[in-house]
């Protein structure tokens, strides 16, 4: 009981963010900022002492976090986490060898293109005798292109569903 309490409220959690695109950064981050501590062999080139490589693993990781615990900066974090990742691929070694720049490219996709859900409306309609439902809006107009009395949008950026 108190497992399956426990992972309805991860899933609750989990849904309310966008938990896979931030999982794809962590994930792009580790992949990049770990490659400098491989055995020389393994590397391509060192750069400059790996400094860049483990930078760039660290700030997408911080910006994978960063979509989980504050879900309104993903769009930030999603354009941030695709540039950081496009410029591994140069600077660090190949971007991971390429699995940590196509991680981050996905993940800031997925951390960019998420919308949080909006809460079904309720059935508008009337009764019999012509009165509104309980679920009705009397502020939105039934003009259409009025939007004088339209109620605000859910998402603080604007976007449309």
Known sequence: MLLSRGAARF?????SRPF???L???LAGAEICALPLAPLKVMLAQGVAGIPSVLMGLVMIVLGLSAWFAPHYRGLAGVLTTLIATAALVLSN???FL???LLGILGGGLMFG???RTPAAPATGATADGSATAGSDPTTSAVPGDTSAAPAH???QGAQP
């Open 11 to 15: 899933r609750r959690w989990r849904r």
């Open 20 to 22: 896979w695109g931030g």
């Open 24 to 26: 794809a950064a962590v």
């Open 94 to 96: 190949l971007g991971g």
């Open 99 to 101: 699995i940590g720049t």
């Open 114 to 116: 998420w919308q949080p």
């Open 154 to 156: 859910p998402d603080p």
